[in-house]
């Protein structure tokens, strides 16, 4: 150990240097202790080790944990930064409330290489020493108070003053025709509107006053042995979190999960739609982070952004945003929006080596209070903006218990691997993005809600007795089981546990009991038709596969694909094979991937190989022996009659051939003209409404704006909206429409091979 040693501290009172001076003399007897500001650190000799040292306050222990309540700061006090005057008393009083800790030691000359490397030219380098100070004390710090108060600190001061934003200033200065400086002061002032300016007073605090929003509300439930996997690959590697979006306290609760497991809190990219008084200034000093919801035509703001990003990438803080972009209005996972994806990549792009491990996150409730009107939104309905008077309504709705809210993560993927195996070109981040989303599906469980959601909207619109919602549901959870999906506890789908659940939804106006006769009867309520579909559009996606399988069997046992080819390198559905031995296999394949293409803006589909795989495993349900038939449309149609009560196809894609059959025909309607997007959808919605009322469209939820869109999308991606090289617009717009004819008639043809609507006994039927 060298002589020369100088104890860096920043302690603010007499109490908390008394306490530094005792630790310096049983650690360090020779040396001095001075605080940074009163060095000069140019004068010192290059071998002098700085030693920080930072004292510590602990809060009481609460309930097991040292935590600062809402009560302390309601009488102005934080017992982490306790006032000089009371600190003696506590101290006397918690002789363990007080703790001194030393970050690693550095000597003069290492901080020199340090500044030489990282620095802009002409920064002070005795701020650049008080900041690493600072930081190692902080690190020090987490060894006493744990992860989940690890928070980045002196974030502008260290981004602004480094080499690299310098630079990278300068750069686009050049490509603006701006001044190097003006574009520098710009940044670094933008910088100051989003970076989130954390602590942990305020990050117990937040936590104490919002965790109430979902509390009482849900019972909150997670995966420990996932989050035990992602704690080691943390230590290794920043973790960005990309959940699901379907409530406004999807953060909060994530937030808690993570707490409770000891984990760093998450930065949390956000609207600044959320950033009104007195919410924004508590969540900003919380770790979100308010920006913009459109900021491309600002280059010197996405500069800023990108050197936040880039900085939280280097140092390894854990992200979350939402992918979505928004609240689901359907219950499904919308399209995934890119930009601040391409941000973390550009970030990730900077840095030699650096990468961050995405978890693809699912949050799923039982109910959502949120959900009327989220569909009143989807039907056409206008969004109400949030402010306090939202925030107290909506505090006091969440006061209802609502069942669980349960999270669940799906497996890591290492961003620069994903970018290299998506190879190059402009769907590289797209393929990425979906990769995210496929995951997030899988790690979806089904509620409970979900399924009974499912099951009542697809049976007949009448009331049923609970044997028969019993019946009913039986052959969904025995597909549930086979294939090992992550389904209801089946104790709340029999009995009892079946009246509790159907219980709860009617304590929220979604289905109705009729008690006046010898035994109750249960029903979906005709106004809240949307938000059953919304519970049940949740679990959708664990039915896709088997769905359009059953649709390919059905068109080869009515003879409308015929033999003639096969789908090069994949044959029986997963057997790689060449030749065409069996024909009428490689049709339905090429018929599966037709629907799969009429449904790619719904759901989040794997690469063609890996989706003809999963096929397979599907017709190793329907069918255990099908890999040593000869395929004939007889067997196929045998096949079908046999599971009859547990066909999905009907119940699953319904709303979705429904809404694209408005969109096609309000687009032959119009002729070889086009139409503006909002007018078209607003134009869709009249008339969804008008053919459910004719029941023309059999599923009334399909009225939807977020469904509408997707069938926009498709239009679009078939050039059928603005008509790019198609000679002949309205032929093109009539052989779409003429398609969806096909795939609902092959619905309706399901449903009369279903039998899915229990027989009512003898002794009620009239």
């Known amino acids: 150990m060298t002589d020369a040693v100088m ?32 060095l000069d650190f140019d004068e010192l000799p290059p071998d002098t080790q ?23 700061v309601l009488v102005l006090s934080n017992p982490r930064r306790p006032l000089g005057i009371a600190q003696p008393i506590i101290r006397r009083r918690r002789p363990d409330s007080l703790r001194v800790v030393a970050g690693e030691p550095a000597s003069i000359e290492e901080l020199r290489e340090r500044y030489t490397r990282h620095q802009a030219e002409g920064e002070p380098f005795g701020e650049f020493v008080s900041v690493q100070a600072s930081l190692s004390a902080e690190r020090a710090e987490r060894q006493i108070v744990g992860d989940r108060y690890k928070v980045p600190r002196l974030v502008a001061e260290q981004i602004g003053t480094s080499s690299r934003f310098r630079a990278g200033a300068a750069k686009l200065a050049a490509e603006l ?26 990050d117990d605090v937040f936590s104490a006053t919002f965790n109430r929003l979902h509390e009482r509300a849900w019972n909150v439930t997670v995966d420990v042995d996932n989050l035990n996997t992602l704690r080691t690959l ?122 961050v491990a995405i978890v693809p996150t699912s949050i799923v409730y039982d109910q959502l209070q949120e959900v009327g009107a989220i569909a009143a939104e989807d039907a056409g309905g206008t969004k109400k903006p949030e402010g306090v008077g939202w925030l107290l309504r909506y505090a006091k709705a969440q006061r209802a218990y609502l069942g669980e809210a349960r999270v669940r993560f799906g497996t890591p993927i290492s961003l620069r691997e994903s970018l290299e195996q998506a190879g190059e070109g402009r769907a590289r981040l797209e393929k990425v993005a979906f990769r995210v989303m496929d995951e997030i599906n899988s790690a979806t469980p089904i509620s409970a809600t979900s399924l009974v959601g499912f099951a009542a909207l697809g049976a007949a619109d009448r009331a049923y007795t609970l044997p028969e919602i019993e019946a009913i549901l039986a052959p969904l959870l025995d597909y549930i089981r086979h294939r090992d999906l992550p389904g209801p506890d089946p104790a709340l789908c029999r009995g009892v546990g079946l009246t509790r659940t159907l219980r709860v939804l009617a304590g929220n106006g979604v289905v109705a009991c009729y008690e006046g006769g010898s035994e109750p009867v249960w029903s979906i309520v005709p106004e809240n038709r949307a938000v059953a579909a919304y519970y049940r559009n949740g679990a959708l996606h664990h039915f896709v596969d088997r769905a359009i399988v059953e649709m390919g069997l059905l068109a080869l046992a009515e003879g409308e694909v015929q033999a003639g080819g096969t789908l090069v390198g994949i044959d029986h559905l997963g057997d790689e094979q060449a030749g065409d031995d069996d024909g009428l296999l490689a049709a339905a394949q090429r018929e599966a991937l037709r629907i799969r293409d009429l449904l790619k803006f719904e759901f989040f589909f794997p690469p063609k190989t890996e989706f003809l795989h999963r096929l397979g495993v599907e017709l190793d349900l329907l069918a255990p022996g099908w890999r040593a038939v000869t395929p004939s449309q007889e067997w196929t149609y045998e096949v079908l009659h046999g599971h009859t009560g547990a066909l999905l196809a009907r119940r699953t894609l319904q709303p979705f051939f429904d809404a694209q059959l408005v969109v096609a025909t309000k687009l032959v309607e119009l002729g070889n003209t086009a139409r503006d997007k909002d007018e078209l959808i607003a ?53 779409w429409l003429d398609e969806v004819e096909l795939m609902r008639d092959r619905l309706a043809r399901i449903a009369s091979i279903e039998d899915i609507q229990p027989a009512v006994s003898s002794e009620v039927t009239p």
């Not at 306050?57 to 309930?63: I, K, N, S, T, Y």
């Open 7 to 38: 104890v860096l501290t920043e302690a603010r009172t007499s109490c908390e240097m008394r306490a530094v001076t005792d630790w310096t003399t049983a650690n360090y007897p020779d040396a001095r202790i001075r605080r940074a500001a009163d």
């Open 50 to 72: 700085l030693v920080p040292v930072r004292a510590v306050w602990l809060p009481a222990v609460r309930q097991g944990e040292r935590r600062v309540t809402l009560g302390d």
């Open 177 to 202: 025709g701006r001044p190097a400086d003006a574009v520098v002061a710009e940044a670094t002032d933008k910088l100051s509107t989003f970076v989130a300016t954390q602590s942990r007073l305020m």
């Open 234 to 355: 943390n230590k290794s590697t920043g973790l960005v979190f990309l959940p699901s979006h379907r409530s406004y306290v999807d953060p909060l609760v994530l937030a808690k999960v993570l707490r409770s497991n000891d984990f760093p809190p998450n930065l949390v990219l956000g609207g600044n739609n959320l950033s009104f008084w007195p919410v924004g200034p508590v969540a900003r000093r919380a770790g979100m982070i308010f920006i913009r919801r459109k900021f491309g035509s600002d280059p010197v703001y996405k500069f800023a952004m990108r050197s936040y990003l880039a900085y939280i990438v280097e140092k390894r803080f854990n992200l979350e945003w939402y992918i979505e972009g928004g609240r689901s209005r359907t219950g499904k996972l919308r399209k995934p929006m890119l930009g601040l994806l391409t941000y973390v990549v550009d970030a990730v792009g900077q840095l030699d080596d650096a990468d």
């Open 683 to 735: 134009d869709c919605l009249g008339l969804g409404r008008q053919l459910s009322l004719q029941g023309v469209v059999r599923s009334a939820d399909s009225v939807s704006k977020d469904l509408y869109d997707g069938g926009y999308q498709l239009a679009d991606n078939r050039g059928l909206i603005h008509g790019e090289d198609i000679v002949d617009l309205r032929a093109a717009r009539q052989s």
